[in-house]
């Protein structure tokens, strides 16, 4: 059982493809609120416009998506070797070819921690009309769908700030894969995120190997 966790994230590199249609292309949105995507599911796999240049990163990420992760064939081998669990392989493809990307991966995670998240230092938002009139009037000068809705009523978490941190309640991660999902939502507007959370045994791998382009902080546990 791991004694510390650690919040992941990754620089992002280009735009999930097709730009205007990512969301139809990539989730299946049938149950979802498609003002702050709350709720969409993955249903193929992700396109990219061509294969990411930044070579030497072995953790990459793709802008507006900031809860997916992809990696290099290093990355999953010695994964695979050590065992770590939580995660599946899927390959991205290129969006005008659909081909495969050679040598890269999402890490596909579908472990959920359902319980345990405390909110108390965490800012919250509703999805619904917003109340301050000079907001709403920039939201609507610039046709955002944040001005019309439908709105869902659901509430998503601001991520932390600062010295602020996710904080879980550490029994809730008893038993838990290296890889999990927190099956809470957390973004602003319409980026809707749910963190994924590792163990120190990957962290561990991540510093032994001196991968590239992973960022982690540390999940306080009470």
Same mark, same amino acid.
């Given at each position: 059982?791991?004694?510390?966790w650690y919040h992941i994230t990754t620089g992002q590199f280009g735009y999930p493809q097709p730009e ?20 969409? /599911?993955?249903?193929?796999? +992700? ?5 990411? #240049?930044?070579?030497?990163?072995? !953790?990459? =990420? ?15 081998d010695i994964f695979e070797k050590e065992k770590v669990t939580g995660i599946e392989f899927l390959q ?40 301050? /009139?000079?907001?709403?009037? +920039? ?5 955002? #769908?944040?001005?019309?809705?439908? !709105?869902? =009523? ?60 992973a960022f982690l902080q540390q999940i306080e546990l009470v």
């Amino acid at each position: 059982m791991s004694t510390n966790w650690y919040h992941i994230t990754t620089g992002q590199f280009g735009y999930p493809q097709p730009e205007n249609s990512y969301i139809d292309k990539t989730y299946d949105s049938s149950t979802a609120c498609l003002t702050c995507n709350i709720g969409l /599911k993955q249903k193929s796999e +992700f396109r990219f416009g061509s294969e990411p #240049k930044a070579k030497h990163s072995q !953790f990459l =990420g793709l802008n507006w998506v900031f809860d997916q992760i992809f990696v290099r064939q290093i990355v999953k081998d010695i994964f695979e070797k050590e065992k770590v669990t939580g995660i599946e392989f899927l390959q991205p493809v290129i969006n005008k070819t659909g081909l495969s990307i050679t040598g890269l991966y999402q890490l596909r995670v579908d472990s959920l921690l359902s319980n345990g998240l405390l909110t108390d230092n965490l800012n919250t938002e509703v999805c619904e009309l917003p109340q301050d /009139k000079s907001m709403l009037k +920039f939201l609507k000068a610039n046709g955002s #769908k944040l001005a019309e809705g439908p !709105f869902c =009523g659901q509430i998503k978490y601001n991520f932390p700030q600062g010295d602020n941190c996710i904080k879980l309640k550490a029994h809730t991660l008893d038993n838990k894969t290296d890889f999990v999902r927190l099956d809470y939502y957390f973004g602003s507007g319409g980026s809707a995120n749910r963190p994924i959370i590792i163990s120190d045994k990957v962290k561990q791998i991540i510093d032994t190997e001196k991968w590239r382009g992973a960022f982690l902080q540390q999940i306080e546990l009470v």
